[in-house]
Nanobody
Framework: QVQLVESGGGLVQPGGSLRLSCAASGSMFRIDVMGWYRQAPAKQRELLAGVRSDGYTDYADSVKGRFTISRDNAKNTVYLQMNSLKTEDTAVYYC?????????WGQGTQVTVSS
């Protein structure tokens, strides 16, 4: 069984920064992709960013240039550095991993951007 534990959410003012972390543990042969989604109230879940085991990264247009994804393979941890936050970034942020054809999700962490 795989567990993902997220941390780093909270309340921040517009223009501020937050760093989310997500640590994976449990039975994983290998982790192919690590990434982040978010879901805002009354909106569909939005794929934000992903990073492959070879370091290749991809971003949604809505966060490109403001968010940076990275991973520490030794720690099975993925990070999301979020800069220049906007009120529309307010959402619950979920991490996920793709491992040997399976998908596992974190429990979500709330990010609120408000003055």
């Amino acid at each position: 069984q795989v567990q993902l534990v997220e941390s780093g959410g909270g309340l921040v003012q517009p223009g501020g920064s937050l760093r989310l972390s997500c640590a994976a543990s449990g039975s994983m042969f290998r982790i192919d992709v690590m990434g982040w989604y978010r879901q805002a109230p009354a909106k569909q879940r939005e794929l934000l960013a992903g990073v492959r085991s070879d370091g290749y990264t991809d971003y949604a247009d809505s966060v490109k240039g403001r968010f940076t994804i990275s991973r520490d393979n030794a720690k099975n941890t993925v990070y999301l550095q979020m800069n220049s936050l906007k009120t529309e970034d307010t959402a619950v942020y979920y991490c996920y991993i793709l491992h040997a054809g399976a998908v596992s999700w974190g429990q979500g962490t709330q990010v609120t951007v408000s003055s």
